[in-house]
């Protein structure tokens, strides 16, 4: 069985200023591991993924994330916050299938001007 | 390329209503098929998947079902609404092997009154 856990269900920050939403893991097998964001009214779009390659994955919109097996973490990170970025965004790990695909219950990020 | 079309995209239904969602997948064959329900402030709950035609799998006992009557086409359904099922429907697709990367509709939001 695997779990996510999102430290942080709202996270302001100023535009310009360093995003880091925070992403925690437990997988009984080594795990693919998912951000994805959900603007209001809208389905979810697949930000980045790390499927066991690379463990710094760059994604779409300048966003990255880093897997660190030693701390089961997954977190998702952009050097500079745009008006664009507020949104919501979702964790998510899967042993090896979709249909075991576990999400986290969210963040959502506010950005400041 | 891959579109995912999801309808109606609000509904606001009395209790004890039929319910009918309608999702549809262009351009993929022999897609995974997914219905997840979005309840306001909570993560995501994966109600249905569907690996082929006539093959429904339930993940929640609740007062929804869900059919597949043609490759690309999955349908939600309930024949008399509660009130507990108003939420954000998401329909979702992967391709029959994956890890993990989900394709999402832009969502139908019910509101049972």
């Known amino acids: 069985a695997q779990s996510v856990t999102q430290l942080g269900s709202h996270v302001s920050v100023s535009e310009g200023a360093l995003v880091l939403l925070r992403c925690n893991y437990s997988s009984s097998v080594p795990p693919y591991l998912f951000w994805y964001v959900q603007y209001p009214n809208q389905g979810l779009q697949l930000l980045l993924k790390?499927?066991?390659?690379?463990?710094l994955v760059k994604g779409i919109n300048g966003f990255e994330a880093e897997f660190k097996k030693s701390e089961t973490s997954f977190h998702l990170t952009k050097p500079s916050a745009h008006m664009s970025d507020a949104a919501e965004y979702f964790c998510?790990?899967?042993?090896?299938?979709?249909?075991?695909?576990?999400f986290g219950s969210g963040t959502q990020l506010t950005v400041l001007p | 390329s891959q579109t995912i079309h999801q309808w109606p995209a609000t509904l606001v239904q009395p209790v004890g209503s039929p319910l009918s969602l309608e999702c549809t997948v262009e351009g993929t064959s022999n897609p995974n098929l997914y219905w997840y329900r979005q309840a306001a402030g909570r993560g995501l709950q994966l109600l249905f998947y569907?690996?082929?035609?006539?093959?429904i799998s339930s993940e929640v006992p609740q007062n929804l079902s869900a059919s597949r009557p043609q490759d690309r086409q999955f349908i939600l359904s309930s024949k008399k609404l509660l009130l507990s099922d108003s939420g954000f429907y998401l329909c979702?697709?992967?391709?029959?092997?994956?890890?993990?990367?989900?394709?999402f509709g832009e969502g139908s939001r019910l509101t049972v009154l």
């Open positions: 998510a790990v899967s042993p090896r299938s979709a249909r075991q695909l576990t």
């Open positions: 569907s690996v082929g035609i006539g093959q």
């Open positions: 790390y499927t066991s390659a690379a463990t």
């Open positions: 979702a697709w992967s391709a029959a092997t994956n890890t993990g990367e989900l394709f």
